[in-house]
């Protein structure tokens, strides 16, 4: 079992203090229009807040029913360029506002990783290289950040063996254990695009609940049909329909990126 305890470590061969933490530009994102704690009550910030109600009912069974692994979320898409990677930090964000409530972003497109890059950090160790090496544990490439209630856990190292290792039992003995060990905490995973790598599909299948951002006027019907077939075993499935223009349906999220 891969241990996932948080608390700083002090063995000599292991990651410092200092390296485990990320003090991400919460300006720099605010100016970018993204969701942070000074924000206010940008249209943004009050998207994800609707957006962001239904999944927390199905992660803490509010509704009367549990979701198996109802807390790991993974947002994905059916194409590139559609902004899942926008919608999976604010979503974070804005998770880690709630009272009694920790969010685990993780950088789950091992192919492409971009999470790191639009928080304004530096490249770190994560989760492939837990999935590589055998005496490195997930608790030392946990990032803290600024945000008290959000910890990032970065893709890591690329390997042309990502779908296999996303399909190890060691993978699924970290999501087991990443689900049922903290009750309170959320995870959500930027995945990769559905059409393009099998990784998407693979994550998808531990998740208790999926997120799929379709871009307004630009995915076409046909690749949405063909990327919700690719998680049909999924049970709970939720559309985001993202860079809307104008539109004045209710039952409609829409943020720019």
Not at 29 to 58: N, Y
Not at 153 to 171: D, F, Q, V, W, Y
């Amino acid at each position: 079992m891969i241990p996932i305890d948080d608390t700083p470590r002090t063995e000599p061969n292991l990651v410092s203090t200092d390296a485990r933490f990320a003090d991400i530009n919460l300006a720099r994102l605010q100016q970018l229009g993204m969701v942070t704690h000074e924000g206010g009550r940008s249209g943004v910030a009050e998207d994800f807040r609707l957006i962001k109600r239904p999944l927390l009912r199905g992660a803490r069974a509010l509704d009367g029913q549990a979701i198996r692994h109802g807390n790991l979320i993974i947002v994905t898409s059916a194409i590139p360029g559609e902004g899942k990677t926008f919608c999976a930090i604010n979503l974070a964000m804005s998770m880690a506002m709630e009272r009694d409530t920790t969010v685990l972003l993780v950088d789950a497109d091992v192919a492409r990783p971009t999470v790191l890059s639009v928080l304004g950090l530096e490249p770190r160790p994560g989760l492939m290289d837990v999935l590589l090496d055998d005496n490195l544990d997930l608790a030392d490439v946990i990032l803290k950040t600024n945000v008290p209630a959000l910890s990032i856990l970065p893709a890591g190292r690329r390997n042309k063996h990502a779908t296999e290792l996303l399909a190890s039992r060691s993978m699924t003995r970290l999501l087991d254990e990443i689900a049922s060990r903290y009750a309170d905490r959320i995870v959500i995973f930027d995945s990769p695009p559905l059409l393009i790598t099998t990784e998407a599909g693979v994550l998808a299948a531990h998740m208790g609940q999926v997120v799929v951002v379709v871009e307004a006027e630009r995915t076409t019907h046909s690749n949405v049909r063909e990327a919700l077939r690719q998680i049909e075993a999924c049970e709970h499935v939720n559309l985001v329909y993202n860079k809307i223009k104008s539109f004045n349906d209710p039952n409609y999220y829409g943020y720019y990126d």
